[in-house]
Structure formats: structure tokens, C-alpha cells
């Protein structure tokens, strides 16, 4: 698994329970997919230049362990599939110190045309950037 994303939970972060608010999970996993991403060739200079991005299909999170103010989260991250629109992948967020498994959340994005909106074949360059990584999994 490749690590897309490594910081602390800020007191900022914690509610009123005094564990890490859910929104939270989601916008690390967020800055991990985009990190993801960007390894693959899915670049902001990529999206601004062909206009086309990513859209997010499904998404799904499970939680394992409460973290709270402090914590030393790392999400690392794991292609599943790819067809010519759609990349399926998941994250893995834990507890850096530790290595224990604090939440898992699996994606289904999609290749999309930013001036047509709607889903589109990724390239060439990066659907074998991805299957890449599919093989280097295996």
C-alpha cells in the first residue's frame, strides 16, 4: 500500500465525546485520494489542463477505533480495479505509533469530463499508471 497521507488529530477536530468527529475522517481520506491521485498522473496542472478530473460514485467507511487530540493518524492507500471510466481503491487509516487499523473506506470514482460533465475513458498514461499498480499488487 502506498502512504497517501500522514498528520495529527487537532483538539479542533475532537467532539463533544472526545474522539475525532466523523467529518474529519472524511477530509483526511480526502486529502489521502487526492495525494492518490496525483501519484497516478491525476494532477491539479492534469485537471486544469485536459479539464478533465475525478467524481467520487460511491464511497463507504468503516470505523475501527476511536483517535483522539494527538494522535499520529497515516492512511495509506490500495487500487482495487480499473475499467476505461470507472477506479476502484481503498484506504486504510492508522494509528501511526501503533499501526493499529482505526477506519477503512472504500471508493468508486469516476474519469469525468469537466466541460461535459459526465464520465469519460481515462488516457492512456494514466489507466497504465493505474494498472501499474494493480500488477505491482498482485
Not at 13 to 39: I, L
Not at 60 to 82: F, K, M, P, T, W
Amino acid at each position: 500500500m502506498m502512504e497517501t497521507y500522514r498528520g495529527v488529530v487537532k483538539a479542533s477536530q475532537v467532539d463533544h465525546m472526545g474522539h475525532m468527529s466523523v467529518q474529519w475522517y472524511a477530509a483526511k481520506f480526502e486529502d489521502a485520494t487526492w495525494q492518490f491521485f496525483a501519484a497516478l498522473g491525476i494532477t491539479p496542472a492534469y485537471i486544469r489542463k485536459e479539464k478533465m478530473g475525478m467524481a467520487a460514485l460511491e464511497q463507504s467507511i468503516q470505523y475501527h477505533a476511536e483517535v483522539h487530540a494527538g494522535d499520529v493518524l497515516l492512511v495509506r492507500s490500495r487500487a482495487l480495479s480499473c475499467t476505461d471510466k470507472v477506479f476502484k481503491f481503498v484506504h486504510e487509516m492508522v494509528d501511526a505509533l501503533n499501526g493499529k487499523a482505526v477506519a477503512t473506506t472504500q471508493i468508486v470514482a469516476v474519469h469525468f469530463d469537466l466541460d461535459k460533465r459526465r464520465a469519460c475513458v481515462f488516457p492512456d498514461t494514466i489507466k497504465n499508471q493505474i494498472q501499474g499498480l494493480l500488477d505491482r499488487q498482485s
